[in-house]
């Protein structure tokens, strides 16, 4: 599904530059939950924005299916996150002006989804994640975990095979966190594709593969795991 | 430190966090300001504009100001302190940039232009100042998402139900203003009055209209994904304010001016001709009394009661009449009153009056009717005398309404008017200033009467040395005794010498009406400026809309939305929200037109005013306008700097 092959980003920093990543191998098939550990700096987000096609990378090749995103243009890497590939960020990056049910919508509206058939997609996800009945209600009238599970419902929503998550759990208590990377798992069990990154290798545990990156390069790499409560390895890996 | 000063050095960081934004507002108003003070005439726009710039760029939600808002918030500060820094933060560009663009604009006029001129552009400086402080202080925006309770269903259908009402009232008051224009007075009041309206309305119908036609476009298949970005965020009201503003008065004086100049000049050819025409016939001389003095009163003026001659007068003018024109007839004019007339002059033709009730107060005095004037005039009493304002200043005296009963000799200017409009020929003799209205004797029984003129009727034609001798006369008695005798001859006024009193008043070409384009040069200059003044504030807006929105392009585009339909949507956008404010002014405007022309053809059918479409320049402003404006759109909507700043957190409005 996913597959990223020595997957290099370098961003300029004042006369010289500054190597984010540095050859990254990672591979994310159907139904594989994969977290991406590291302490801040490390690259992670740089790594999920590739693999969402968000971002370019310097050199080395990204491939989605068939499709070579590092060398695809803007426009179609676009396309790939609105019909295969949901994303969700940090801080959830909820529209303010719009409900949870049309936050959802919309990535199938810019699609050129009718608005009906997409609000009854969006309604659909949102039950998948447990926050159907928020469906009306706007980002601001929600908390930090449920705007989490709306984003990560409008990741899910239409026919999406590949979820990358990135630090979906920052902001919100440890229960929620919990509960969101639950909420992940199960789309794995169901056969989407995850990527997620974070710093907690509490939440890793839950991964059927932890790539572990330091400075921008892969330093190691376990799993599967089989199931809650195998984070020692990582906290051994210097996290 | 005082929350003045934290709100002060808030708004201070809020200039410098946003460089870029600031700039351009700054910028605008500083070129706006500088143009303002060097061209007068501009002022106003220039004025406009600025605050039009500045109100967009203090109520534009942008992501720093919100941050700050909130960060204020949790910090304890009360809404007074949120506002203050906002305000601070708007009037310290404002203020910037009207000094900077004040300071160059004065400079150009110190070293080129009047005294006058520099202190008109002080005064333009002192406006931007004092108004846009005032925009300054408008409230800070927060963003609120509206949750759709009941309670605010009931007071949205209120708030339809209000302004349908008031678009309702407006119209029909527009409707009326336009029907009782007949002058330049009324222009100038319900004109300005109308302008006003029309933009309520615009404002109102503009904003709903424009939502429901991205709405419908949503519909089209290929259209969808467009309008889902774009529905998201509607174009301000600031924004529709200053293109209604622009587009209505560009259609009002173009489809106005294209009337007026499409309109027969008939009226003025018609004085200019029959300015030219003899007065009266070569043998005949008419010297009178003219009133002694006028009456001011407001924007007009009465005669005074002319005065009659007494006998000795009489008998002295009648021997030197006969000394200077042997065999001369001499007709005494036994005057029943004097006439009011405007202040314009004597002329029996109507002159456009200041004054709305009195257009035209201009009647011929009363005499009695007397068999030998058709010797003068050559033809029988028939033309009645107008009825309109007529008034007999006798202010002791209560008698016959006159204007029912007198009759004159003269052509009235109707009758000369159709028949010139027909092609028919014109009279071969003016009468100028010398139309008198016959009244049979019976009928002024028991009232005054008084010899204040008479005709010199010659068997032949006056010569020129009789002429010369008549003159003598009436100067001599002018000099002696009589100083408002005057004396006309058959080629005009011969006392006094080179006076216009004979002559007939040229009625002014409404061709040079200020309030009109009458020019096809003058309708494109019109559009042209609203075209430009409303695409420099859609700029102006869109740039600062784009700085503020590029964390939810980033948004857009990281869900998955495209370059290009992040372009095409701001295009769309615009595209139909300019065509339906555009379309909407222009068809409000054209009906008022419309209906105020037909209004004022029915009333004054002497010489209809076509109502005529510049359709260039109409369809400038309707589709030209919002082309223009797509393409800006798109030109300013997705800038390659947003690529740069990719990388920035963007999780400031979540």
Known sequence: MLRLVRVTKRYPDGPGMITALDAVDVEVGDGAFVAVMGPSGSGKTTLALIAAGVESPTSGEVWIDELDVAHARKAKRAVLRRQKVGVVFQSGELDPLLSAVENVALPLRLDGWRAARAGAAAREALCRCAVEGLASRFPGELSGGQRQRVAVARAVVGERRLVVADEPTASVDTATARAIVELLASLAADGVGVLMTTHDSRLAGFADEVVVLRDGARVQAAGPTVGHGRHDRWEEANL | MSAFAAAAREGTRLVRSSPTRSAIVAVTIAGATALGVCEASAAVGCVALSIAVTVVARRSPRPERVMSANAWSRAGAGRFAIWMSGAVEALIVAWVAVLAGGLVGLVVLYASATHAAFNEGVTVVL?????????????????????????????????????????????????????????????????????????????????????????????????????????????????????????????????????????????????????????????????????????????????????????????????????????????????????????????????????????????????????????????????????????????????????????????????????????????????ADAVYYEVPAKSAVGLPTTISGMFVRSPKPLTDAQLARLEAVAREFRENSLPQLTLIGPRGSLVPLGAQVAQVAISASLRQAPWAATSAAARWAWAGVAALIALVTLLVTLTIDTIDRRRDVERLERIGATPHQVRSAAAIQTALQLAVVSWLSALLVVGLVKVGIDAFNHAEPTIPVPFTMPWAVVLLLTFGLPAAGAALAALVARPAWLESRSNENPAALS
């Not at chain 2, 615009?202 to 904003?207: A, D, K, S």
């Not at chain 2, 991205?214 to 924004?239: E, K, W, Y």
């Not at chain 2, 000049?265 to 007065?279: G, S, Y």
């Not at chain 2, 009163?297 to 009661?305: D, E, G, I, L, T």
């Open chain 2, 127 to 431: 406006w931007q100042l004092g108004l846009l402080a005032i925009v300054a202080c408008l409230p800070t925006t927060r963003f609120r998402a509206s949750k759709r309770t009941r309670t605010r269903r009931v007071m949205s259908a209120a708030g339809v139900g209000a302004r349908v009402a008031i678009v309702v009232c407006a119209l029909l008051l527009m409707l009326s203003l336009a029907s009782g224009i007949r002058t330049d007075f009324d222009l100038s009041l319900a004109g300005a009055l109308i302008v006003l309206l029309l933009v309520i309305v615009g404002l109102i119908v503009t904003g709903p209209a424009s939502n429901w036609a991205v709405d419908t476009l949503g519909n089209v298949p290929i259209f969808r994904s467009i309008v889902a970005i774009a529905a998201r965020h509607r174009t301000p009201a600031t924004v529709r304010f200053v293109i209604v503003a622009a587009v209505s008065l560009a259609t009002v004086f173009a489809v106005l001016g294209a009337s007026v100049q499409a309109r027969p000049d008939t009226q003025h050819l018609l004085d200019e001709r029959l300015a030219r025409l003899p007065v009266l016939p070569p043998n005949i001389a008419l010297m009178r009394l003219n009133p002694e003095a006028e009456a001011t009163s407001f924007s007009f003026s009465f005669p005074a009661f002319a005065p009659g001659l007494t006998g000795s007068e009489l008998n002295g003018i009648r021997v030197a009449i006969a000394r200077a024109a042997p065999g001369a007839e001499v007709i005494e004019l036994h005057s029943l009153g004097e006439r009011i007339t405007t202040k314009v002059g004597t002329s029996r033709y109507p002159v456009t009056s200041t004054f709305p009730g009195c257009n035209p107060c201009d009647v011929g005095p009363y005499i009695i009717a007397d068999a030998r004037l058709r010797d003068v005039y050559g033809g029988p009493a028939r033309y009645t005398a107008p009825s309109s304002t007529y008034q007999l200043l006798s202010p002791d005296v209560v008698g016959p309404d006159l204007s029912t009963i007198g009759v004159t000799r003269v052509p009235t200017e109707d009758a000369i008017l159709q028949t010139f409009r027909h092609g028919g020929p014109l009279p071969s003799l003016s009468f």
